[in-house]
């Protein structure tokens, strides 16, 4: 018989790589009558390097068991100098979008939560413009217009973090604002941003007449973990869309949107079913 979800759960773990590892993680959950669904192991190099490590695995009530399974594992966590994290499948993680004027990233998001692909529960979509409320508000989801300008910015983001609290990913749908420090240490590698894959080389506004005056053959978009660093988070997904001479601005602007659409898809729900270690300015996708 299937594992039902309330069965459960997945554990991320990092440390430095040795010999016993998958052994006293695979001993642990078994002694406590866990089956192993799947397990990803990755290391950057075995004599000295660092192992990442993610284990589905599947447990009567395990939402129950939960707290006493993170106490007990903490003598091994210590063994072996391990990082750890434990998640139950049932808990839907709360989302937070961001969105201003362009709706083809957030529908994306909402036709993938909304045919199941994307489990989570979407609390809320906060907008700097009033223009996408028409897209939102028939999925039930409230609708939240916080202003942005020079003079009000910090006001804003006192708002937005209210809103957020208990907010457990932030997605940046191609959200036209520049997020803060300040807001990123509330949701550290917990906030999500989509952009077009030109940057370095077409910094600035209107990058794909930029693209389309240098010829370009590949148009793309990258999917990343927001730091305070503009755009220069560790990567999750990204993805390229093949174009030719025939291409004009908005064929490019067209082909552009789908793939950033999917490629953000691919990150938020990789984030939500525990499938990225962040590693420095890297990340590991057990996808």
């Known amino acids: 018989m299937a594992s039902k979800l309330t069965d459960r ?4 773990i990092s440390c430095p790589d040795q010999p016993g590892i998958v052994a006293a993680v695979s001993q642990f959950l078994f002694e406590r009558g866990a089956n192993v669904i799947q397990s990803d192991q990755h290391t950057t190099n075995p004599y000295g390097g660092l192992f990442f490590m993610r284990v589905d695995f599947a447990l009567p009530d395990v939402v129950q068991k939960a707290p006493a399974l993170e106490r007990e594992f903490a003598t091994i966590a210590d063994q072996f100098q391990m990082e750890f994290r434990l998640s139950v499948a049932e808990r839907l993680k709360k989302v937070a979008i961001f969105v201003s004027k362009e709706s083809h990233a957030l529908q994306e998001l909402i036709w993938q939560w909304k045919s199941g692909d994307i489990r989570a529960e979407i609390a809320m979509v906060i907008s700097n413009h009033p223009d996408l ?18 003079e ?7 708002k937005q973090l209210e809103l957020t609290a208990g907010v457990d990913l932030v997605v940046l749908a191609r959200y036209m604002q520049i997020i803060s ?7 550290p590698h917990r906030v999500i941003n989509i952009h077009h894959s030109f940057l370095p080389a077409f910094v ?5 007449a930029q693209a389309e ?3 370009v053959k590949l148009i793309g978009a990258t999917a990343h973990y927001v730091t ?3 755009d220069a988070g560790p990567i999750i997904e990204q993805d390229v869309q093949r174009v030719d001479h025939r291409s004009d601005v908005d064929d490019l602007r067209r082909l552009g949107r789908h793939v950033e659409r999917v490629v953000l898809a691919k990150a938020v729900a990789w984030h939500l079913e525990d499938r990225v270690l962040v590693h420095g300015n890297k990340t590991v996708v057990f996808a």
């Open 133 to 150: 409320a028409g897209v939102v508000e028939p999925f039930g989801i409230p609708f939240h217009v916080v202003p942005v300008t020079k």
């Open 213 to 215: 005056k240098r010829g």
């Open 228 to 230: 305070e660093e503009l």
């Open 9 to 12: 759960a997945r554990m991320l």
């Open 204 to 208: 600035g506004a209107n990058p794909y």
């Open 181 to 187: 420090g300040n807001f990123i240490s509330h949701f």
């Open 152 to 158: 009000t910015k910090a006001e804003a983001e006192t």
